[in-house]
């Protein structure tokens, strides 16, 4: 929970300093001429409606919150063959009433000694020989150290998003995601978006030309609050933290991190260049619980005075503003009522399956937006990834990519709490870590209900 020696000059473990996303702001030769790449060259995915059959794959359930049974759900849902052979979790209700769901919708029944409760409950899920995969859907703070473990353990893996809270579990991601390819193993993450067809399509354009030069971007999850839980008297601080984990900062990393980290990774996607700083600011006005910020506005700075704007807000009776946009010297790339492309007169220069409708039109045919729908459930398109790619051996590894888009979101949370503009190399110095050292239930020393980051404040006054 401390956040010690939050700037330093330390080595970064692992990984150098200067780390970071591939710059791909232009894509034109030596000779001026723009290169144009094919989605394959650019690695976009297949989009099957469902994974190609193959060997049995079992796997470790390890969170069993409305989350974790939701990608349960989803993995089971992806394909043929595929079980739910081992659940983990910290609390013993959480445990049952996904088991409960799974078993009711799949017929699926994990025997109780195959149902691990405890702090330690992932270890002895990933210690079981004949799982080939685990789906890693805890509170964001255990992230890091169960993707390691993971790894170490030669699984493939599915990590929801984001994959850390602090810079400290950013090291430990990316040295893991490293590993993993040494390995051959599949990582694919919950960054939804990167698994939509109509987001790759745009991508590819984006790369291609369509919209000039990229000079900035925006990303936005502006909504209504969000869930709470109350504390009661039965329950212990670690208890209570666990149970409203969203709200409380060193289990989710806040807000920022866990919702608008989608749209950061877009705009970090399409841009593909890391920020050199990001000042901002952000405050707590009406959450009714734990200790995080309810509103952000953070300016990310990059080289030749490239910006991104990334605002997060969870405040019932304001606007509603889910989108990114990614502005170019030809026209700019948004999501807000419907992805396409657009130029500065107004005019459409892409939009999402209407090549699909022109190429219909010429044959005579019905579209396929007529037939069946252009776009998959993205969260259950993320399973099919994963299936495929270990069924077909092709390695998709995603870690590394939420690791940096995830950083970006950090970066940005901490010049908001800290009221100060901190650059690139600074937050990927940084020993910055939240969380108790052990894990036990009890009391936790450091968390204080309703107190949340001062900007302006050393940690602690």
């Known amino acids: 929970m401390k956040r010690r020696e939050f700037l330093t000059n330390a080595a970064l473990i692992g990984t150098g300093a200067a780390a970071g996303v591939?710059?791909?702001?232009?894509?034109?030769?030596?000779?001026?001429?723009?290169?144009?790449?094919?989605?394959?060259?650019?690695g976009m995915y297949t989009f099957s409606d469902s994974a190609p059959d193959g060997k049995p794959l079992k796997a470790a359930l390890i969170g069993c919150g409305d989350r974790g049974t939701g990608a349960a759900t989803q993995f089971l849902s992806a394909?043929?063959?595929?079980?739910?052979?081992?659940?983990?979790?910290?609390?013993?209700?959480?445990?049952?009433?996904?088991?409960?769901?799974?078993?009711?919708?799949?017929?699926?029944?994990?025997?109780?000694?195959?149902?691990?409760?405890?702090?330690?409950?992932y270890k002895k899920a990933l210690d079981l020989a004949d799982i080939d995969v685990v789906l890693l859907t805890t509170p964001t703070h255990f992230r890091p150290e169960h993707f390691r473990a993971a790894v170490d353990?030669?699984?493939?893996?599915f990590?929801?998003?984001?994959?850390?809270?602090?810079?400290?579990?950013?090291?430990?991601?990316?040295?893991?995601?490293?590993?993993?390819?040494?390995?051959g193993l599949t990582v694919i993450t919950g960054n939804q978006r990167r698994h939509s067809r109509a987001y790759w399509e745009a991508y590819v354009q984006v790369r291609n030309g369509a919209i000039g030069e990229i000079l900035s971007g925006s990303a936005h999850w502006d909504q209504g609050a969000w869930w709470n839980k109350y504390p009661r008297k039965e329950w212990s601080d670690m208890e209570y933290c666990i149970r409203n984990w969203f709200n409380i900062k060193w289990l989710s990393g806040d807000h920022i991190l866990d919702q608008a980290i989608h749209n950061i990774d877009v705009v970090t996607w399409f841009m593909g260049i890391k920020p050199v700083s990001a000042s901002g600011f952000g405050g707590r006005a009406r959450r009714l619980t734990g200790d995080i910020y309810d509103f952000f506005s953070v300016d990310y700075y990059y080289e030749n005075g490239r910006k991104m704007l990334c605002t997060a807000r969870q405040i019932d009776?304001?606007?509603?503003?889910?989108?990114?946009?990614?502005?170019?010297?030809?026209?700019?790339?948004?999501?807000?009522?419907?992805?396409?492309?657009?130029?500065?007169?107004?005019?459409?220069?892409?939009?999402?399956?209407?090549?699909?409708?022109?190429?219909a039109q010429k044959t005579g045919e019905k579209s396929q937006?007529?037939?069946k729908p252009l776009e998959k459930d993205h969260y259950q398109q993320e399973h099919i990834h994963l299936v495929e790619s270990i069924r077909q051996n092709t390695g998709i590894n995603q870690a590394e990519d939420l690791a940096?888009?995830?950083?970006?979101?950090?970066?940005?949370?901490?010049?908001?709490?800290?009221?100060?503009?901190?650059?690139?190399?600074?937050?990927?110095?940084?020993?910055?870590?939240?969380?108790?050292?052990?894990?036990?239930?009890?009391?936790?020393?450091?968390?204080?209900?309703?107190?949340?980051?001062?900007?302006?404040k050393a940690p602690g006054q």
């Open 369 to 371: 937006s007529e037939t």
């Open 159 to 183: 990590m929801e998003k984001p994959c850390a809270v602090d810079p400290a579990g950013i090291r430990t991601v990316i040295a893991a995601a490293k590993a993993a390819k040494s390995k």
């Open 404 to 456: 940096y888009s995830t950083l970006v979101a950090i970066l940005g949370r901490e010049a908001a709490y800290t009221g100060k503009s901190i650059t690139w190399e600074e937050i990927m110095s940084s020993s910055l870590r939240y969380g108790p050292e052990t894990y036990e239930f009890g009391k936790l020393a450091d968390y204080h209900e309703g107190v949340p980051p001062i900007p302006g």
């Open 22 to 42: 591939p710059a791909i702001l232009t894509s034109c030769s030596k000779s001026g001429s723009r290169k144009i790449f094919t989605p394959q060259e650019l």
């Open 79 to 121: 394909g043929k063959y595929l079980q739910i052979t081992a659940m983990a979790d910290i609390l013993p209700d959480r445990i049952n009433a996904s088991h409960a769901v799974l078993n009711k919708h799949f017929n699926t029944n994990v025997p109780e000694e195959k149902r691990f409760i405890g702090f330690d409950s």
């Open 317 to 359: 009776g304001t606007e509603y503003n889910v989108s990114e946009q990614v502005y170019g010297t030809k026209g700019f790339f948004t999501t807000k009522d419907g992805i396409h492309l657009e130029d500065y007169d107004g005019n459409t220069i892409w939009k999402f399956g209407e090549d699909q409708k022109t190429s």
């Open 153 to 157: 353990a030669g699984k493939h893996v």
